[in-house]
């Protein structure tokens, strides 16, 4: 068992960053994949980033912008955010135990309970 607990989300204006971190606790973390989604109301829950031990994936809408990292010795994946849009705006979650390759919510086993982040215009 994997649990999850996401912080750093907030209101920020647009143009702006946010760092978000997802504090992992359970098994050995370093073997996880762990990914990065949101959800904006109204909408279906979308992937953002991925990340394996040495890989990552990002979704076309946030490349170039958000930088997704991890750091094994203290059990916690962070998602830097930069350029914020007010199309940013959604409930992020963190997750684990997916594919990064073909990363697909469902197939991903434990999920935090998300944070805000809001992108004011």
């Known amino acids: 068992q994997v649990h999850l607990v996401e912080s750093g989300g907030g209101l920020v204006q647009a143009g702006g960053s946010l760092r978000l971190s997802c504090a992992a606790s359970?098994?050995?973390?370093?073997?996880?994949?762990m990914g990065w989604f949101r959800q904006a109301p109204g909408k279906e829950r979308e992937f953002v980033a991925a990340?394996?031990?040495?890989?990552?994936n990002y979704a076309e809408s946030v490349k170039g912008r958000f930088t997704i990292s991890r750091d094994n010795a203290k059990n916690t994946v962070y998602l830097q955010m930069n350029s914020l849009k007010p199309e940013d705006t959604a409930v992020y979650y963190c997750?684990?135990?997916?594919?990064?390759?073909?990363?697909?919510?469902?197939?991903?086993?434990?999920w935090g309970q998300g944070t805000q982040v809001t992108v004011s215009s």
């Open positions: 997750a684990a135990g997916g594919s990064w390759r073909r990363p697909i919510a469902t197939q991903y086993d434990y």
């Open positions: 990340i394996s031990r040495d890989s990552t």
């Open positions: 359970g098994r050995t973390f370093s073997g996880y994949v």
